[in-house]
Every structure is written in structure tokens, then in C-alpha cells.
């Protein structure tokens, strides 16, 4: 903020921003609070906006033995799928490992609960 404000206008930005303060304040003290709260109201508006939305990560457990052709991992009943927790798997893969359009015909996934 500038120092060409005056006391009043001040104490009005305070007043429309739901600021409390004391009426004696002197316009140092009132400039500070005004440049405090408006750059904590900025801080707030952009961790708003740059915080991306994530989706939790669907888990799947494995019930049926299977190699997986595309990455090359042998699944024990019981294994988590994928073996590797970064791992980034294509909808249209679970899709077909959790019916029994595959080559062994058999469900091989399923998600967890």
C-alpha cells in the first residue's frame, strides 16, 4: 500500500475487508494492518487456485495368477496390481483385466475395498 492513503480512508479499506481495530491506532500501525491482511488474503487465494484436485488412486487386488504381457510382472493371487505404486495403467487395461475379455478368460483383478 502507499503512504498517500489517509487515516479515515484507511481505516474504511479496514472496515469494508471486516477488520477490526482500535480507533486509536496511529496510520503506521493501520497501513501495516492493512498490507498484512491483504497479502494474507492473496497467500489464501492462490493456494486456492494452484491446488490441484486429486482423485484417490483406485487400488486393485489380484485373484487369479497371471503374467501380465504388457509389463512383463508375474501376479499371485493376493498381489496388489500394479506391483509398482507410481506405475500409471491405462483405464481400458483394468478394464480388460477385471472382466473376462482377456486370453485366459477369467476375471484377474478386482478393486479394493
Given at each position: 500500500?502507499?503512504?498517500?492513503?489517509?487515516?479515515?480512508?484507511?481505516?474504511?479499506?479496514?472496515?469494508?475487508?471486516?477488520?477490526s481495530f482500535d480507533?486509536?491506532?496511529?496510520?503506521?500501525?493501520?497501513?501495516?494492518?492493512?498490507?498484512?491482511?491483504?497479502?494474507?488474503?492473496?497467500?489464501?487465494?492462490?493456494?486456492?487456485?494452484?491446488?490441484?484436485?486429486?482423485?484417490?488412486?483406485?487400488?486393485?487386488?489380484?485373484?487369479?495368477?497371471?503374467?501380465?504381457?504388457?509389463?512383463?510382472?508375474?501376479?499371485?493371487?493376493?498381489?496388489?496390481?500394479?506391483?509398482?505404486?507410481?506405475?500409471?495403467?491405462?483405464e481400458e487395461r483394468v478394464k480388460?483385466?477385471?472382466?473376462?475379455?482377456?486370453?485366459?478368460?477369467?476375471?484377474?483383478?478386482?478393486?479394493?475395498?
Amino acid at each position: 500500500m502507499s503512504n498517500t492513503l489517509k487515516v479515515e480512508e484507511i481505516k474504511e479499506k479496514l472496515t469494508a475487508a471486516g477488520i477490526s481495530f482500535d480507533e486509536k491506532m496511529k496510520k503506521e500501525d493501520l497501513l501495516r494492518l492493512l498490507e498484512d491482511s491483504t497479502q494474507n488474503e492473496n497467500d489464501a487465494t492462490s493456494s486456492e487456485e494452484t491446488a490441484p484436485v486429486v482423485e484417490p488412486k483406485k487400488k486393485y487386488v489380484v485373484v487369479h495368477d497371471f503374467k501380465d504381457l504388457k509389463d512383463g510382472t508375474v501376479y499371485i493371487k493376493g498381489d496388489i496390481y500394479p506391483r509398482k505404486a507410481d506405475a500409471v495403467v491405462d483405464e481400458e487395461r483394468v478394464k480388460e483385466l477385471s472382466s473376462t475379455k482377456n486370453k485366459i478368460g477369467r476375471v484377474l483383478i478386482q478393486e479394493q475395498e
